[in-house]
């Protein structure tokens, strides 16, 4: 598939979408940031998307007699700026099935580890309490699981002596801002493809100057 509209769902600071951001007007994401998603109206990303003149679409969940009635006003904004590819940058909701079924393999997470290993909340700390000696990045497709759609990309980060984890946290932050900028660049180029759990990343085709 081919994506070059986008939409960043994100309920925090926001330093993913920043890059995704930053990517765009450097010419090097190959997407437009259609629209950010953010479940939470005090989050630093709301002011970070204004600011990126990137239309803005918040909500209270509190404020819904059901997730099913929020996402439905969700679908409604992606489908007015036809969105190709729903990109979650610290997204702290679970999607309802319904949805996740509507854009099947259209939707894409980052996770900081190497996925299967330390799947949910804390991973950083958990990678640290385990006592592993290599920990990363995974970016990956959303199924109905926690953190267990196929994966599409993996970056490896050492964990040092003496890591503590927002020592880790960093060096697992820059590692993942570079890293999501590049997979959705392979969306916008149409070079992913997912069959079942196995994800290709076709070669970049070179253009030939005549």
């Known amino acids: 598939m081919k994506a070059n509209r986008i939409a960043v769902f994100a309920s925090g600071r926001g330093s993913n979408f920043q890059a995704l951001v930053e990517a765009q007007r450097k010419g090097l994401l190959g997407a437009e940031i259609r629209l950010l998603v953010c479940d939470k109206p005090e989050a630093p990303v709301v002011e970070l998307a204004k600011a990126a003149d990137v239309d803005v ?3 209270q969940p509190k404020a819904y007699a059901s997730k099913e009635a929020y996402e439905r006003e969700i679908v409604t904004e992606l489908d007015r700026r036809d969105v190709d590819l729903l990109v979650l940058a610290g997204y702290m909701r679970l999607l309802s ?5 509507t854009y099947s393999g259209r939707i894409v997470n980052i996770h900081p580890s190497l996925l299967p290993a330390f799947p949910g909340k804390d991973a950083i700390g958990q990678a640290i309490e385990y006592g592993v000696k ?13 953190d267990t759609g196929p994966v599409i990309a993996q970056r490896a980060v050492e964990v040092r002596e003496g890591d503590d984890a927002a020592a880790l946290a960093e060096r697992i932050h820059e590692v993942e801002q570079k890293l999501y900028y590049e997979v959705v660049s392979w969306f916008a180029e149409g070079r992913v493809s997912l069959n079942g759990r196995h994800v290709t990343i076709a070669d970049k085709v070179q253009e030939v100057e005549h």
């Open 134 to 146: 290599m920990t990363g990045v995974t970016v990956h497709f959303v199924d109905g699981g926690m």
């Open 57 to 59: 679409f918040v909500f």
């Open 97 to 101: 099935p319904s949805f996740v079924e």
